[in-house]
């Protein structure tokens, strides 16, 4: 069968415009008006069309193919900003545009100030500053979404777009006050007096400190609730309110505290080191920002087009070019992103009409868009906000971070490549050959993409700080941008990075100072140890082997995130697992740098776990899929990050993954673990690669083998191994009784709810 020629939609250097880069309102990635509708009501009213008018749509889709929408990527940056953790904000435009821009150029320039020049005052005295310019500002960048009446969603989205209200100025003004109060050198009777006075005060705050504490806490919580929806401040007064009633429960109770009034909860959140300048507000103001700067004069500069176009470019002639080249994408574009979500929908913008040309169904495009835009998250060198946190917290460098997430990302993204190949020889999609130049061309005319990721790793491994490295990567990367006159980095798209860049960690930083709430009342009432104590007294109900305590300790830890993570966005899910959930990892002898990676990696995972699976949510929308069996198969991709993290923690050779340890434990166990990712990938899939179809006992015992072999001990890496050549040899046996490998002539049940839209012409 003759392979079709597809190509690439036409790059033209468009850059993001203010008018619709803060695109609209939305809701949470829990309830998305946008979600239901593209992806649920799109797929239903497909299934009624006239022929003449499905005939017409196909028109369309083939236009789109062929790159002649000029709107493209302007609707892909659309879309990537409803499924993004925080809700979209609202359009800024004319003075308050132009206020907008100025506020978060100043503040990204004291960050940039603050990596060489540090404020003599120290790290808290910078934060109070940083936070005094990013809250007031998100309260005019995000609608209250708040109204007394219902209206119809199309009269909500163009109230939103109007511009901040009254209330809107009266909170930014009430927001900048109480930030800056303690900095201000104004002695209000026994309050303020200035920085120093302030910090005299620490225990003993005067009822104005308490008053201003106060206001900071609740501003924070409606910044939290205008970002990222109802669930997070939920969260944190459940906490406060643990704190403050802790002391009436029954003293016989774990949990039970001595109790806290409210004047020193207050203390602990506006004048201690875990509260609201605690270390998830200093990561954001000093990490998270620079990177977010980075990752957006990158995408100014054209890195991400080049990553799609590599992609394509190295597997433009393969059988599966269009499952490889959207697996590769999002691995390329997973190190300069570091959102899953957006990684998805940039992929899926391109990629989405190859992967149709090519006989995917949309549910199984998106499962596997979302299973690889989640990996942005994973990969090396800027992995998710959390990442920095950990650094903090284990007081170790930033490169130390990206060798322990080294392995576990090539073992994740070798489950997804491995199921792409099984799909594509099981269901006989059709070979398509993507019109594009030469990797080797593409990589002389513009590999220099290259030289600033390879910078960060070189001036890390130097010895320099995380924020150095990041700012002489993003030197290096606005003056490479000269080389490709559709993106260079003129003084009005440097403003533009600078602004973006801030934008990004406006609603990462309200959540990280609103973090503070939580960490601040696990410090103060002693809970970590406690919910420690707690998870491994449930776990020792069950044996009190020391093995099966950990191995059940860690499943049930692994539930506990996975829940929490579809309620918090990642960050404040990492806080607040490695202060309830770390403890009890270390307590039963795990590795820091293990502990604190699980967590991460839990955390992370919420984008694709249903029923919310945020990247999965977005993938549906781009390729018109239903959301449900989309979830389903991104599940299926994606299932080697739900496993590998179990891994390295319930033995010690499993520390091999992180990369720590001698060479021959860092080797048995990438091996190891990749025979048991690709059995697992078999098992999944129902193919064996080369052989042909595995049956139903096949596959249940590759499963079992795959489980066993990521128990990393010698006796279950053994059994494991054996029941692998059980399966592989009872496929040979099966290939035999059928004459030939062949394809099945149908689906296979085992699609976890995917709608069969295979027809003869697919099959090829």
Request: proline share 6%; hydrophobic share 50%; net charge negative.
């Amino acid at each position: 069968m003759d392979a079709e020629v597809v190509s690439l939609p036409p790059d033209d250097g468009s850059v993001a415009g203010p008018e619709w880069a803060d695109d609209g309102p939305g809701e949470t990635h829990h309830h998305s008006r946008a979600a239901h509708h593209t992806a649920g009501e799109q797929h239903t009213a497909d299934d009624h069309h006239t022929p003449d008018e499905n005939e017409a749509r196909d028109k369309d889709d083939e236009t789109r193919d062929k790159g002649e929408s000029p709107d493209q990527t302007r609707d892909a940056r659309e879309l990537a900003a409803r499924f993004e953790e925080e809700k979209p904000g609202r359009v800024l435009a004319g003075p308050v545009g132009v206020l907008f821009t100025g506020v978060t150029v100043a503040v990204g320039l004291l960050t940039l100030w603050q990596v060489f020049f540090p404020l003599a005052q120290g790290s808290k005295y910078y934060l109070i500053f940083f936070l005094a310019g990013v809250l007031p500002v998100v309260f005019l960048a995000y609608p209250s979404g708040v109204r007394l009446r219902r209206a119809k969603a199309d009269a909500d989205d163009a109230d939103d777009r109007r511009g901040p209200t009254p209330v809107d100025w009266l909170l930014a003004l009430a927001a900048l006050v109480v930030c800056l109060y303690p900095v201000l050198p104004v002695t209000i009777g026994a309050g303020g007096g200035g920085y120093d006075a302030f910090l005299d005060r620490q225990g003993l705050l005067d009822p104005l400190d308490v008053a201003f504490g106060t206001g900071l806490l609740l501003l924070l919580l409606e910044a939290c609730r205008r970002t990222t929806g109802w669930i997070l401040p939920a969260v944190c007064v459940l906490f406060l309110g643990y704190g403050y009633y802790g002391g009436l429960l029954p003293q016989s109770w774990p949990v039970a505290h001595a109790g806290l009034d409210f004047g020193q909860l207050v203390d602990a959140f506006y004048n201690s080191d875990s509260g609201f300048y605690g270390t998830p507000l200093d990561v954001a103001a000093s990490y998270i920002v620079l990177f977010t700067i980075y990752g957006a004069v990158l995408d100014l500069s054209g890195a991400g087009r080049f990553f799609v176009e590599l992609s394509a470019a190295a597997f433009r002639r393969s059988r599966t070019a269009a499952g490889r080249t959207a697996v590769a994408s999002g691995f390329l574009l997973g190190t300069v992103s570091g959102s899953g979500a957006a990684t998805t929908v940039s992929i899926g913008a391109v990629t989405w009409p190859i992967l149709r040309r090519a006989g995917y169904p949309a549910e199984r495009a998106g499962g596997m868009l979302a299973a690889a835009g989640v990996g942005a998250i994973l990969s090396p060198p800027t992995l998710g906000a959390a990442a920095f946190i950990i650094a903090e917290y284990l007081g170790v460098s930033y490169l130390q971070v990206l060798g322990w997430a080294t392995v576990p990302t090539i073992l994740y993204y070798l489950g997804i490549l491995l199921s792409v190949e099984i799909d594509a020889r099981r269901s006989g999609v059709r070979p398509v050959v993507i019109d594009t130049g030469s990797a080797w061309r593409l990589l002389a005319r513009f590999g220099y993409h290259f030289l600033s990721l390879l910078v960060i790793i070189v001036v890390l491994a130097l010895g320099a700080s995380a924020m150095r490295a990041v700012v002489i990567a993003t030197v290096i990367a606005a003056a490479l941008s000269f080389l490709d006159r559709r993106h260079r980095l003129t003084p009005a798209r440097l403003v533009a990075a600078l602004r973006d860049g801030v934008r990004g960690v406006l609603a990462v930083s309200a959540v990280c100072a609103a973090a503070g709430i939580i960490t601040a009342t696990t410090t103060k009432t002693g809970l970590g140890p406690q919910a420690a104590a707690l998870l491994i007294d449930g776990a020792q109900a069950v044996s009190s082997e020391p093995a099966v305590v950990l191995a059940l300790t860690a499943v049930l830890a692994a539930v506990a995130l996975s829940l929490l993570g579809l309620a918090v966005p990642v960050t404040a899910s990492f806080v607040i697992g490695w202060v309830i959930i770390g403890p009890a990892l270390l307590n039963l002898g795990v590795e820091a740098p293990a502990a604190a990676m699980f967590v991460f990696y839990f955390a992370v995972l919420s984008e694709v776990s249903p029923p919310t699976a945020l990247a999965a949510v977005a993938a549906a929308a781009v390729t018109g899929g239903r959301l449900v069996p989309t979830m389903w198969q991104t599940l299926r991709y994606a299932l080697p990050a739900y496993l590998i993290p179990l891994a390295f923690v319930i033995t010690p050779t499993g520390l091999g993954l992180l990369g720590i340890g001698g060479p021959g434990r860092i080797v048995t166990a990438g091996l190891v673990s990749a025979l048991g990712v690709a059995v697992l990938a078999v098992a999944a899939g129902g193919w064996l690669p080369g052989v042909g179809p595995a049956g139903v006992p096949e596959r249940i015992v590759g499963a079992i083998a795959g489980l066993v072999l990521l128990w990393l001990e010698p006796l279950p890496m053994a059994i494991g191994a054996a029941l692998a050549a059980l399966a592989v040899a009872g496929v040979y046996v099966r290939r035999g009784a059928a004459g030939h490998p062949g394809r099945p002539a149908v689906e296979e049940s085992v699609d976890l709810g995917e709608e069969r839209e295979w027809d003869g012409s697919t099959r090829g």
